[in-house]
């Protein structure tokens, strides 16, 4: 079975941490994403990455960046948390125009 | 650039009825496939249908099926026999075929009552 499996359900953190969201695949896909979902604006594209060290911004990418050191594993950061990045965030992978997503990870910066 | 419109913030719907979400877009590609997805309280994303803009034939999945229509740049998601799992938000989104990068309309609350 297909899995997408993000490191934390819900997560508090304090404004100017560091924060590290991570997410694993299992399916060997290339493409892997990070959305970010808040209420009247659907899910917005922070960044992908198409391989192994590669990686794209999206349409938000500000007050984040990304790494992807293995296939399976696409870690979003916050550099500095801010109030405004309390958000849900998604991950999710891809293949030949099928998505498989993460159960979301809500984080709340304080 | 590619959006997605999903001008129904909330729906409700009793329990055995038929219910339509609305879904518009647009986008200058040729090549494009199209969503519904559905977002339970467990906030599981789940894939519902999906259309390949080059099929004239409307996706169907069990209750589910899809109003594909591309001149228009419409793609409205009917549920028949509506059950009280179905409640959830349903997001409509694009796809280009050479990105995988998919673009989500704001979504519809669905609310079934019994």
């Known amino acids: 079975d297909v899995k997408v499996t993000q490191s934390s359900r819900y997560l508090v953190k304090r404004t100017g941490e560091k924060v590290f969201l991570e997410c694993v695949q299992d399916m060997d896909h290339e493409n892997m994403f990070w959305y970010r979902q808040d209420p009247g604006l659907g899910l917005r594209l922070i960044y992908f990455s198409y391989d192994v060290k590669m990686k794209e911004k999206g349409d938000i990418p500000e007050g984040y960046s990304v790494s992807r050191e293995k296939k399976e594993r696409f870690s979003l950061i916050l550099e500095s948390a801010s109030t405004n990045q309390t958000s849900m965030y998604l991950c999710?992978?891809?293949?030949?125009?099928?998505?498989?997503f993460g159960q979301g990870t809500r984080l709340t910066v304080v | 650039a590619q959006t997605v419109t999903q001008s129904q913030p909330e729906m409700s719907v009793q329990e055995a009825e038929t219910v339509t979400l609305s879904c518009t877009y647009d986008t200058s590609e040729n090549n494009y496939y199209l969503f519904w997805y559905k977002q339970p309280p467990s906030r599981q994303m789940i894939l519902v249908i999906r259309?390949?803009?080059?099929?004239?034939q409307n996706a169907t999945e069990n209750r589910f099926s899809v109003n594909f229509q591309k001149a228009a740049k419409s793609f409205s998601l009917k549920i028949s026999d509506s059950q009280l799992g179905d409640t959830a938000m349903y997001f409509c989104a694009f796809m280009n075929y050479n990105t995988d990068k998919l673009i989500f309309g704001t979504g519809t609350r669905l609310q079934v009552f019994p």
């Open positions: 999710a992978s891809s293949l030949s125009g099928l998505a498989f």
């Open positions: 259309q390949e803009a080059y099929k004239q």
